[in-house]
């Protein structure tokens, strides 16, 4: 988080080259279902960088209407297709890609799709890049982070990037979000020649970092939504969808509470690192230990959030070819784009949706971290 927020520091001192920047949201949602208490829609987290499974979750759903249109009755006949949703996530998202390459203003431009080296998840991607194509005419090249830092240009006066000649007005970024990612120094430089192009970037660093879950804790202080939602009613029904969030800052009161609340009730909470990507977060009685291996200033590094208690139901999974029955859980997620230029709005669309189904036994819902597998909902 450091080294992304010195990129911040560097450019914004330089003069930031691109007004405009490129959002694709995606928003995690569970059902909160407490004993002796109304169940209500309760936000795991928002993601700001790599929001994946856009075009699996289309995959999905197509594929659960196909079986209940070609197999006669399919789960008893207690399905109906109306049922069963249009999911418009690819469409949406090669869409505001699309407006972004038009309002970078070359149509001889590309985007680029910044990956991970060995990519696992380029069948969720491809669908994107296709359609890009497909429907808007528009050339998509996929890319490392080494691949930008050996081979592309940035012109010192103007601030366009270029690779293999070809100038890009898009950065797309589906890698990027983990240390992981940033094996060396060349990985950075290539971060850093990015957040100084002319590229419109999706995300900015700035971007990035927004999304972080200390960012999501301290949008859930009192007033802080209200300085950038004037809608009082707005603000209120969003901050209704927020869990408990806690600074776990040793230099504070509230910091010094909220560690005090997790030693006492340890299976009521969750603790979040500073990362993406899944597989990272530290639940029940290890939160003892854990806050017992951390020196107080590193404590800083997390946040407490109140545990998330989602009703199960009696289902079956496929993972890995075999079969999975048991208790699970779903989490939804709905993607938004946005595309703004300054203080000028230019898109702000919902884009369809992403369904993860996990066992009871499971605490992560990653999908590509080996948690979750890809559902679509059923209407009732």
């Not at 009192?222 to 040793?250: C, H, K, V």
């Not at 998330?308 to 079969?323: A, D, H, W, Y």
């Amino acid at each position: 988080m450091n080294r992304l927020y010195q990129i911040y520091l560097t450019v914004k001192k330089e003069g930031v080259a691109q007004t405009a920047s490129l959002g694709i949201h995606r928003n995690d949602y569970l059902l909160h279902a407490p004993k002796d208490s109304e169940s209500k829609i309760q936000q795991v987290e928002i993601n700001t960088i790599s929001s994946s499974f856009g075009s699996l979750s289309k995959r999905t759903g197509e594929l659960h209407r196909f079986l209940l249109s070609s197999i006669e009755g399919y789960a008893g006949g207690q399905i109906k297709m109306e049922q069963l949703p249009d999911n418009s996530s690819i469409e949406s998202i090669a869409n505001s890609l699309a407006v972004a390459w038009k309002h970078y203003g070359n149509p001889n431009a590309r985007v680029v799709m910044l990956v991970q080296s060995g990519e696992r998840n380029a069948f969720d991607q491809r669908w994107i890049e296709y359609t890009l194509l497909e429907k808007h005419g528009i050339l998509l090249s996929r890319l490392t982070l080494e691949d930008i830092a050996t081979r592309a240009q940035l012109n010192p006066e103007t601030k366009k990037l270029t690779i293999d000649g070809y100038e890009v007005a898009v950065s797309y970024f589906r890698a990027g979000y983990g240390p992981e990612d940033y094996p060396n120094e060349t990985q950075w430089d290539a971060r850093l020649m990015i957040e100084r192009s002319f590229a419109i970037k999706c995300p900015t660093v700035a971007y990035q970092l927004v999304g972080s879950k200390k960012v999501q804790q301290v949008l859930s202080e009192p007033n802080r939504l209200e300085r950038y939602i004037s809608d009082a009613t707005a603000a209120s029904e969003i901050r209704e969808t927020f869990a408990g969030l806690y600074s776990l800052d040793s230099t504070t009161q509230a910091g010094q509470e909220a560690y005090a609340m997790a030693l006492e009730r340890p299976d009521d909470f969750v603790m979040k690192p500073q990362r993406e990507g899944g597989g990272h977060n530290v639940y029940g009685q290890d939160i003892l230990a854990e806050l017992e291996r951390l020196k107080p200033e590193e404590r800083n590094a997390y946040i407490l959030m109140d545990l998330i208690k989602s009703p199960p139901l009696q289902n079956v999974m496929v993972r890995e070819g075999k079969t999975v029955v048991g208790d699970v859980v779903s989490e939804l997620g709905i993607f938004g784009t946005f595309l703004a230029d300054g203080e000028k709005e230019i898109l702000n669309d919902v884009g369809g949706h992403l369904l993860r189904t996990k066992a009871t036994t499971t605490r992560e819902g990653g999908v590509a971290a080996g948690f979750a597998v890809i559902d679509s909902p059923l209407l009732i």
